[in-house]
């Protein structure tokens, strides 16, 4: 079984502050690991995703996040977060056979400031 | 390129009616997989199709069925539908096998039971 556990449901941070999103992850064969960002009313965007090569994994709009297996850990960060980063994220798992059957994390609501 | 379309976009239903759910996944993809996300929470995974036959199956009960055409499209459907199932429903396409698993979501249709 698989499981995923976001620490945090709302994250507010000002605008230019670093952004850190927790993901913990349960899984008793090798993951596949995802963050996804949902604006109002619209569907799952991915952000970046582990498939098993590099540890550190740039995405999209200068987010990054870093597996650590030891910690089974995969926290979101972006150094300076922008106003347009607003929205609800994701975390999730999967196995690496197949990632459409994905199991994911309860969300983390992000604030930015002004 | 047309990603995963979903249509309607939104519905209403009353308690006890059935409803019809539709998805055409992203050129060149043949796994189709639904998700139910309820208000506040995150994707739910109910059933993935591929090859049209049922591949995996979350927890979900029997009122929930789905089908798979020959073009690789897919249906949801939901019987005798209950206050609870009011939820966006979330249709995902990929490839059962290569491009490092990457699965694409659709807009999503919103469904109120009232």
């Known amino acids: 079984a698989q499981s995923v556990t976001q620490l945090g449901s709302h994250v507010s941070v000002s605008e230019g502050a670093l952004v850190l999103l927790r993901c913990n992850y349960s899984s008793s064969v090798p993951p596949y690991l995802f963050w996804y960002v949902q604006y109002p009313n619209q569907g799952l965007q991915l952000l970046l995703k582990y498939t098993s090569a590099a540890t550190l994994v740039k995405g999209i709009n200068g987010f990054e996040a870093e597996f650590k297996k030891s910690e089974t850990s995969f926290h979101l960060t972006k150094p300076s977060a922008h106003m347009s980063d607003a929205a609800e994220y994701f975390c999730?798992?999967?196995?690496?056979?197949?990632?459409?059957?994905?199991?994911f994390g309860d969300g983390t609501t992000l604030t930015v400031k002004p | 390129d047309a990603g995963v379309t979903q249509s309607p976009t939104h519905l209403i239903k009353t308690r006890g009616q059935q409803v019809t759910l539709r998805c055409s996944p992203k050129s060149g993809h043949d796994t189709v997989s639904w998700y139910q996300q309820a208000l506040g929470q995150g994707p739910q995974f109910i059933f993935q199709?591929?090859?049209?036959?049922?591949?995996q199956r979350g927890n979900f009960p029997d009122r929930f069925s789905g089908h798979q055409f020959p073009n690789y499209s897919s249906e949801l459907n939901v019987n005798a539908l209950l206050l609870g199932d009011s939820a966006l429903y979330l249709c995902?396409?990929?490839?059962?096998?290569?491009?490092?698993?990457?699965?694409?979501f659709g807009e999503g249709s919103w469904l109120t039971v009232v």
């Open positions: 199709y591929y090859e049209e036959e049922e591949r």
């Open positions: 999730a798992v999967s196995r690496r056979t197949n990632a459409g059957k994905s199991t």
């Open positions: 995902a396409s990929s490839l059962a096998q290569g491009s490092g698993n990457t699965i694409y």
